[in-house]
Each structure stands twice: as C-alpha cells, then as structure tokens.
C-alpha cells in the first residue's frame, strides 16, 4: 500500500513536474518575443533619465510608473507614500596637481556628502591604500591634508558582490575616519572593476561626532595617474562643489500594482526593484532594470491569462539609493495592516542574464525550492544556494520576519556601471534583460502554486 | 579490506580534490588579477582590426599572433603554412524605394559572394518569410526580380546557436535556390538578435549549377522597413558592389605555441582559437578573444610554474570564417606527424561570461568531466552536457577521431555583434574575457593532469 501511494506520488509529482514546465516555457516565448520591460527602460532612461529621490525627475519617474503599471494589467495600481531626503549635486570641479600645472579631472561628489560651499578647497594630497595605513598616520601628517584612499576594488573575487562589499567602507565611511584626524576632504578611488576612467558616486554617511568633510571620486585612470604622482610626493588639490543634502524630506511615493490571488488572495508575494537612481547617468541597470522586470512579471500573467493562486504585487520602490524611506513605508503598511507575505523578491542587480535566485529563507523552504531546481536550467539558472535579499525588503524582513529572494545576475559588469554616467540603457542587453523576468516569473509562479513549505 | 581501501580510496580522491581546487584558484587568482588577455586583444583590434583571410591585415595578424605567442613565454612558437582564399569587398551600395524615392540603407554583402561588378543592378522587390513560401512561388513571380528573404532569427530559443542554426541557411543558400528561378539578386534579414541596425556578414556558398547572384544583409531596422513597404508592394532596389573572390589562394599561416609535457609529451591538448575574421569592425568577439584567451592558456601556466604532464599547444587558426584551411592544414600535419591528440578545445563563442564546456566525447570520458564539475562551480561554469566542438577542430576530429571540446560562454549577446561593424574591443568585458581564460587553463589542466580516460 505504501509503495502504491509512493508510486502515485512519483506520478502526481512528475505530472506537476511537466506541467510546470509546460508553463515555465510559456512564460519564457512570451516574454522573449513580445516581454515589454526592454521598450519599457527605454522610455524611463530617454525621457526620465536619472531620478534621484526627492528631485523633480523622481517626481516624473512616479508618473512614469504608475502610467506603465497599469499598461500590465494590474488589477490595481497605486501609489504608497513616502517622505524622502533630497540630496542635490549642483556644480562640481577637481583639480590636480600632479606635475607642474593644475589639470581638471573627472570626478563625483560622493552622494550624501556636504561640498565645498562653492569655494575652493585646496590642500595637499596624501596617499593611504587602506584604514590600517591611515590609522598608522600621525595626525600630524593628516591635518589640513586631502587624504586620498587608494583602495582598489579585488579583481580576483569572481562573485563582484563580494569585491563591492570589501571595498564600499571607504565610500561610506572615510571622511569620518580622515576628520578625526583633522583632515580636510577626501578622495577615494571608485568601487569600480572597469578598465575605463567613469568616477562612480554612492551613498556616504558622516559620524554625528566629526566634521563633515568633502568627499570625491576618480575613475580608475585617473586614480592610478594620481597613485603614481602621490608616490613621488607634491601632489596638490584644488575641491569646488556645491552639494549639499536639502534641509526638508521631500514627498515621494512607491508606486505598486498587484494581481489579486484566485485561492488566496490575503496571501501575498511581493517582487521589486528601486525606482529611484543616483543624479548621474540614466539609471538603466541601478535600478530601472528591476522596475521593468518586476512589472514585467504582473503583464506575462495577465497576458497568458494565468490566475495566480496568490496575490502578486510588484512594487517600484523610492529612495533605496540614499535612505530606504520607501521600502521603511512598503513594511510599515504591511504591518498596519496585518499583511501575509509569503516571500519578498528584489531584483536590483542589474538586467544581465540570470544565473541564480538568492534566498533567505530556512533550511526546509530551500529544499523544497530546489526540488523544482531542474526546471530553470533551460533557462541558465542553476544557483539556489546563496543567502539573498536586497536593501528595500530588508525592512519588512525586519518587521514580519518574512522569507526574502533576490535575483542573481551574472554579476560581472555590474560593477563597470553601477552610479557612474556609463549606467545607460545601451548597456543593457534586451535579452538578458527578458531572460531575467521570464526567471523571476517562473519563480514567482512557482511559489504561487506550490508555496513555500 | 575492501571498506578500507574504498575510504582509502576516497580520502585519496578528495585529497586530490583539494590540490586541483588549490591550482584552480591560482590560475584564477594569477589571470584575474595579470592576465594579459585583454591587452593583447586590445593590441590586435586597435592595430590590425579585422583581418580576412588573404588580406594584408591578415598577414599583419599573423605577424603580431607570432609576436604575442612568445610573450607568453611558450616553448616553442611556429607557424604552419596554410593557403587559404581571399574574398574582397571593395565599395558597396544598396538603395531602397519603398516610397516615392530611393534612399541608400546599410547594407552589407554577404562573404564569398558575386558583387554586380561595380554596375547598378535595379529590379524590383519581392518578400517570402521562408523557403516553403518561396517554393510555392511560380517562376514568373521570381524572374527578374530580387527576393528578400525575411526571416526573423528566433528569439524565444534561450540559447542563440540555436536560433542561428536556424536561420543560418538563409544566409548560405539563399542565392542558388533563387537564382534557380531567375531571380537577379537577394536581400535577406541578417541572422541578428539585435534590437538596432547593424547588417551582418558571414560565409555564403553558391552552388555550381545556378548563377552566382549577389547577396546583402539588412539591419533589423531596416528589414523591418523593408518588410512593411513590401506588405504595400511596388518596392524597387538598387545593388551596387564590387566584391568578388580573387582567382588565386594566398599563402597564409596557423600560429602555434607549446608548452612541452614533462611525463608524456608525445600526447598533446590542443587550444585554439581562430585569427581571421570578417572584414568588418575589429574582430574582437569573433574570434579575437579565443585567439587571446589560447594564448593566456600558456602564459598562466609559464607564470605560475605550473609544468603540465602532457603537451599544451595553442593555435591561432586560419582562414575559420570561409574555407577552414587552417584547420585543415592543422589536421593533415597531425596525420602526416601521427601526433597523438587526448582532446583539441575551441573557444569560439565569444569572451562572454562562460557557463559550461561542452564536448563530443564517450560516455565514460564525460562522466570521468562530471565528477570534478564542483570545481568549476566557483567560476560560474555548471554545464558539461552539451555536444560541442568547433570549426577549427572538426577536420582533425574528422581525420584521427579524437575527442572535442568547446567553450560555452554566456551566448545572449553573440549574435548582437557577430559579423557586423559593431563587433569591436568595447563590446568585450575584460572579466568576462578573463575568467572565460581562467575556465578553460582549469580545464586544461584538469585533462593533462588526469586524463580523459
């Protein structure tokens, strides 16, 4: 008897087994020969373009969003609140002196960062390749200097999530480090792995404690140029911007769309990407790709006409770039209103061709998920194993504990792109980018169907 | 006795296991971090550019291949004569009327093909979608005219081989099938993924029967145009070319590079990549990076001492993109020498992110692959279950029946570029590039070290 039922539990399995996979094809044709979210980024990047929290450009995103969140489908399309910090750029010079004359150079204020008023800052430079150098400093040696932090970016680290996670504290949090001893601005080579001289920005955020310094970055040309004139020593600065963040948080909003669930509709999974950008270049990867991608999952299930036993909501999250207001309000409401989340998803790793879907979730949940494993391999998934979420989720993770996803690109360029001018929409490709939807659609449908335990 | 020796055994296996692990992040390590790949290609796309066979650029190729072989520090460096054809463009011109006027559009005729002899050809414009559609053409319907083959290269296949094994006979055969029913030239949509303009070139054959009848490629966008003004009808073209195959082979050369064996150098594992390209753009993808991935191949191995068991010997082939006469000369020479193949390896896919090797080899040496898969699993590499070999390599195979294997890179973006003057150094990520070296000196040392059989 209980080999029978083994038996036809191998049957019912397998029958579940090809019918997934019937529909995971179909997912897959409609989103590689009519999927939208490519034509969809293009608008956002040409006629949007970059849109950081709390500017008028944020403000023309959300009408963007909303419009092209109803084009899916949606059952329901609407707009969350969120009051959100603005920090403004303006105008913004460096000059080096790396042999006898001053030459202008490409470079960012940090984001976040208080500039120079306006005036010029101008100071020698010295050189340290990391904390412990600095820390090893007299602050004799600091006082009134510039201090360049000549960390580089691990190119031997094949996952570059790791290499950013090694490299990003001397954005974050280096003219703190440098004010303590006195200094008076800093320069830091970008977090970048790309070959080329693009100076990438970034949020940073100054102690309470220390004064707030000016904090710059080069492109990994010019920093080396300025590596080997710091070497021989001499070396002179000259900082001129006007960043400053604005007195006031602005209004801003998530802008959401759901499908509502045939057979459980209080039962909610969640998939989103960050609508806001840094103010430099179009935002096309960081993040308007998992814009697209997330409303790409709600129009292929209207398109197929498949009813979701779940609720599937996709959420264009505002502000993750530089304070999370908006993933702080998606879990405040969802607390409030005593929401179900089965599994929050982030896709902010830009619209390259999916290799893996990262998980926090528990040790039975991810079992079960790798069961279906073999079914994504058409699709050149085969990574269930790394622990992944993503920055707007991580408050509701916090606040209900629920089980988190992210998806997981090739990962590669993403670090050649990632806050610089070059995050155009020529540097995604339209069918790696699909291919990411059609991914995130077959999981999400997965789940759905099947749950999580 | 048994048990101990199968735990024996096993602690042996892991050992190792571990070792190769060990060499296989040092030959990350040292390529990720020194690996002279991309300058070299850098080198060759920017100083000799595309390079058909026969050409002169070609012959400057062949030049700095020699050059750039030696510095990897191999132990011997040669080249292997080859008289390959030579196929010549020269000026080229297609105008469409698709309105009231004509207007010249990209285009590019297609390699080995007949131009018009420098005269205007003008016939008017007939469109079929595929050979059925054309077969069901009366003859009177083709006489005269020029057929635009429009057949859109399929998007929903994941994997873009696919998809352009698919269309590809559109290309190669197009001319001699309606030239058997009078038709004065052909246009077809190039075998392009791409969401821009660019028409591609590639290899095309005319049989002996028919008459050689010109042949060019549209851009996407265009073909699109092209396709919508025909739905109306009345639409006129004007071919103007001047390409044609010179009367006489060149003589040309295979540059090869060994690093010799330490305890069977008679058995031999080939790399290689192929040094001729398309006359159009640089080259870089197709196939510039096998040729510097090959080369990177020995130069990891020199600097990090790594003395191999068996010959490695990379080759820069010849002629691969319209008459493989490189290969075949490759192949005769190893026939005639009675060399001792164990596998010859062609990267040939472009230096994208790779993702698996695949192989044309016996159950048993595939399984014997598969066990050391979990090695590969760090680098992003998880399949070794498709057939592959390669142009280059396939004579050899033909001639001593030895085992192949190929490079799998990520391929979402090869046939974006493949052929058309967008195929240049910046549509190459130095890491992809890098770590698709990386994979195949792990594999290759993984082979020499313990065998195939």
Redesign the interface.
């Known amino acids: 008897m209980k080999l029978v039922l083994l038996i036809l539990g191998l049957g019912l399995a397998s029958a579940c087994f090809a019918q997934d996979s019937l529909i995971f094809r179909k997912i897959?044709?409609e989103i590689?020969?009519h999927g939208t979210c490519?034509d969809n980024l293009r608008v956002l990047t040409k006629t949007v373009g970059n849109r950081i929290s709390g500017s008028p450009a944020a403000a023309k995103a959300v009408v963007w969003g909303e419009k092209t969140m109803k084009e899916t489908g949606a059952d329901k399309v609407y707009l969350q609140p969120a009051n959100v910090p603005y920090w403004y750029r303006g105008k913004e010079h460096l000059w080096l002196k790396m042999g006898r004359k001053y030459h202008e150079v490409e470079a960012l204020s940090l984001g976040n960062s208080q500039g120079t008023n306006g005036k010029i800052l101008k100071a020698e430079v010295i050189m340290v390749h990391n904390y412990d150098e600095f820390k090893a400093l007299p602050e004799s040696e600091v006082k009134g200097k510039i201090v360049f932090f000549n960390y580089r970016f691990r190119?031997?680290l094949?996952l570059?999530f790791e290499g950013y996670g090694d490299a990003v504290k001397y954005r974050g949090g280096s003219p703190s480090v440098a004010a303590e001893k006195g200094a008076v601005g800093v320069i830091i080579r970008s977090m970048s792995?790309a070959?080329d001289d693009f100076p990438h920005t970034g949020g940073m955020y100054y102690k309470d404690s220390t004064k707030k310094i000016p904090e710059m970055s080069l492109g990994n040309i010019t920093a080396d140029a300025l590596e080997k004139a710091c070497e021989k020593g001499g070396v002179m600065a000259k900082m001129k911007s006007q960043c400053h963040m604005m007195p006031a948080l602005v209004p801003s909003y998530n802008v959401i769309g759901e499908i509502k669930g045939t057979e459980t509709p209080e039962k909610i999974i969640t998939i989103g990407g960050h609508l806001d950008s840094w103010d430099v270049g179009e935002g096309a990867m960081d993040d308007g790709a998992g814009c697209v991608q997330s409303m790409e999952v709600l129009r292929v299930f209207k398109a197929l006409g498949i009813r979701p036993k779940c609720t599937i909501r996709a959420v264009l999250f505002m502000n993750e770039e530089n304070g999370q207001k908006g993933g702080q309000a998606y879990a405040d409401s969802a607390f409030s209103k005593h929401e179900k989340h089965i599994i929050a998803i982030e896709t902010d790793a830009g619209g390259f061709?999916p290799?893996g879907i990262g998980m926090n979730v528990n040790a039975k949940q991810r079992e079960k998920i790798q069961r279906y494993k073999d079914l994504f391999l058409?699709?050149?998934v085969?990574?269930f194993s790394h622990e992944e979420g993503g920055s707007d989720i991580e408050p509701i993770h916090k606040k209900l504990d629920i089980p988190l996803a992210g998806l997981m690109p090739?990962c590669?360029?993403y670090f050649?792109y990632h806050h610089t001018n070059n995050d155009i929409l020529e540097n995604v490709?339209?069918?790696?980018l699909k291919?990411g939807a059609v991914v995130l659609a077959q999981f999400i449908y997965l789940v759905s169907e099947q749950g999580l335990d």
């Open positions: 897959s044709n590689m020969l490519y190119q031997d094949i570059t792995t070959v061709s290799r058409p699709y050149g085969y990574d090739d590669q360029r050649d490709n339209h069918r790696e291919l």
